[in-house]
C-alpha cells in the first residue's frame, strides 16, 4: 500500500484524529490523486474531512486559494489553504451560530500581494433568515478579527456575497440585503418591503466599509457577482419586478454614478425566487457574462462586451437542451470559459466550454465530472492559471458525509 493511499484512508478513519491525519496527507505531498479522465483530466481529494462543503476559489501570484466549510456536531468552521501548500489548512473561524446554506456559501478574493478577503454568515436573531455577513482580511500573513460588511443593525437576511479585488488598496463587495425586509411597505401595508442589492469599498488594511444601494428590489436568493473594468466595476444579478419577472441585470458602478447597462428580457415569471445567479468575468475592456433561465425552456446565455460592459452582443445559447444552471465562467487567459450544470442520462454533468470571441463560435463541450443534481451537491467553481483550469464542487458521499473534490484540467488539450 502507497503511503498516499495510507495517509487517505487514515484521514477518512474515526480513530485518528483529524488533524494528524492532515498532517500526514500533507507531508507526503498535499494532495491525492484519484484517476486520470481522457487523459487531460485529474481528479484529487484536497486536505479536507468527510463534512466538508461549500468550496470556493480565488487565483494570485500564490497559485490557487481555496476555502471550504466544515461541520461536525453542531459547529462550522471554515478554511483557507493554497494548492499544493506543504502547510496545514487554516481555521479563520467557528461557531455554533452559523447559517450554512448550499447556495449562500462563503466567498473570497485575493490580490497578488498577499491579501486575501473571505467571509460567512452568522446568525444574529431566532428567525430562519435572520444572518449577518461576518468577514476577515488577512494582511501581513495574519487574519485579522472579523467584522460585519453591513451597519444597519437590522436582524435580517443579509448575505450572497462576491467579493474581487479593485487596487493595492481596496476589495469590492456586492451582497443581498434584507434590511427593508423588516419594515412595511407604506403602498401595501399587508406586506414587508422588498431585498435590495448593496455594494460596499472594503478598505484593506483598516477594514472600513463604504456601503451603498445598488437595486431596492431584486430576487430574494441568486447569487450577486462582480467584475472590475478600467472605467468602473459590473455587478450582475436577479431582478425582480412588481410582475415577478425575474431576469438578469447588469449595473455598472463608476466613482460618482451607477447606471444599468444590460438586461437579459428573458422574461421569466416566477413567483419565487430560482436560487440560480449569473456569472460575470472581464479583462481589460471585454466583459462576458453568462446565466441561467427557464422562459421559454431551461436554457444558459451568454453574452460578450467589447467595451467595458457599456454594450453587449446578441445572446448565444451554450447548453445541450437540458440544463440545471449553476453557470460560472473565466476570462483570466482572455478566452471565456463556462462551467453549468446539465442532466444527461439521468445524472448531473459539470459540462466545460469556451467561446472564440473574434469568431463567435462555440468550442465542443467536454464533460468535467458527474455530481448529484440535489441542492447538497451545492455550486461548482471554476478558476484558470496559465493553461490550467480548475474546478471545484462538493461531492456527496451519503445522507450525512460531503467532502470538496478539485478537477484540474489541461485546457490545451480540449480544444
Excluded at 337 to 357: C, G, P, Q, V
Excluded at 366 to 385: A, N, V
Excluded at 393 to 414: C, G, M, V
Aim: aromatic letters at 10%; one cysteine or more; charged letters at 20%.
Amino acid at each position: 500500500m502507497s503511503f498516499l493511499r495510507l495517509g487517505y484512508l487514515l484521514l477518512n478513519s474515526t480513530c485518528i484524529h483529524y488533524s494528524l491525519c492532515i498532517a500526514m496527507i500533507l507531508s507526503l505531498g498535499a494532495c491525492v490523486q484519484k484517476k486520470n479522465v481522457k487523459g487531460f483530466i485529474e481528479s484529487f481529494q484536497i486536505p479536507c474531512s468527510n463534512r466538508s462543503e461549500t468550496p470556493n476559489l480565488a487565483t494570485s501570484n500564490n497559485g490557487l486559494e481555496i476555502i471550504w466549510t466544515e461541520t461536525i456536531n453542531d459547529t462550522t468552521a471554515i478554511y483557507h489553504w493554497i494548492l499544493g501548500s506543504v502547510d496545514l489548512p487554516v481555521k479563520i473561524a467557528s461557531g455554533n451560530d452559523w447559517f450554512v446554506n448550499w447556495a449562500d456559501f462563503p466567498s473570497l478574493a485575493s490580490d497578488d500581494h498577499g491579501n486575501v478577503i473571505i467571509n460567512w454568515l452568522q446568525k444574529s436573531n431566532k428567525g430562519a433568515y435572520d444572518y449577518d455577513i461576518h468577514y476577515s482580511i488577512k494582511s501581513k500573513n495574519a487574519w485579522n478579527p472579523s467584522r460585519l460588511l453591513h451597519s444597519d443593525g437590522i436582524p435580517a437576511e443579509h448575505g450572497f456575497v462576491s467579493f474581487i479585488n479593485v487596487d493595492a488598496n481596496t476589495f469590492y463587495a456586492s451582497w443581498l440585503d434584507g434590511r427593508n425586509t423588516k419594515t412595511a411597505n407604506p403602498s401595501d401595508p399587508d406586506k414587508n418591503l422588498p431585498m435590495t442589492l448593496r455594494g460596499g469599498w472594503i478598505d484593506k488594511f483598516n477594514g472600513s466599509v463604504s456601503e451603498f444601494e445598488i437595486d431596492p428590489k431584486v430576487c430574494d436568493c441568486c447569487q450577486t457577482t462582480s467584475a472590475h473594468t478600467p472605467s468602473g466595476l459590473l455587478t450582475a444579478y436577479r431582478d425582480r419586478t412588481d410582475e415577478e419577472i425575474r431576469d438578469i441585470i447588469v449595473q455598472k458602478i463608476t466613482s460618482d454614478t451607477i447606471y444599468k447597462v444590460f438586461e437579459s428580457k428573458d422574461s421569466w415569471k416566477i413567483n419565487g425566487c430560482p436560487v440560480n445567479g449569473p456569472a460575470i468575468a472581464a479583462k481589460n475592456e471585454i466583459v462576458v457574462l453568462t446565466w441561467y433561465t427557464a422562459n421559454p425552456e431551461p436554457s444558459v446565455w451568454i453574452v460578450v462586451s467589447k467595451d467595458e460592459g457599456e454594450s453587449f452582443s446578441k445572446k448565444v445559447r451554450i447548453d445541450q437542451g437540458n440544463p440545471l444552471g449553476r453557470v460560472d465562467i473565466d476570462l483570466s487567459i482572455g478566452i471565456p470559459y463556462f462551467t453549468w450544470l446539465e442532466m444527461k442520462d439521468d445524472k448531473a454533468h459539470i459540462n466545460l466550454r469556451s467561446y472564440d470571441i473574434e469568431r463567435s463560435t462555440l468550442s465542443p463541450v467536454t464533460k468535467i465530472t458527474s455530481t448529484s443534481s440535489g441542492r447538497r451537491s451545492g455550486f461548482p467553481i471554476f478558476k484558470i492559471i496559465g493553461t490550467t483550469g480548475y474546478l471545484a464542487h462538493t461531492k456527496i458521499l451519503s445522507a450525512q458525509e460531503s467532502r470538496i473534490e478539485l478537477q484540474k484540467i489541461d485546457l490545451s488539450r480540449i480544444h
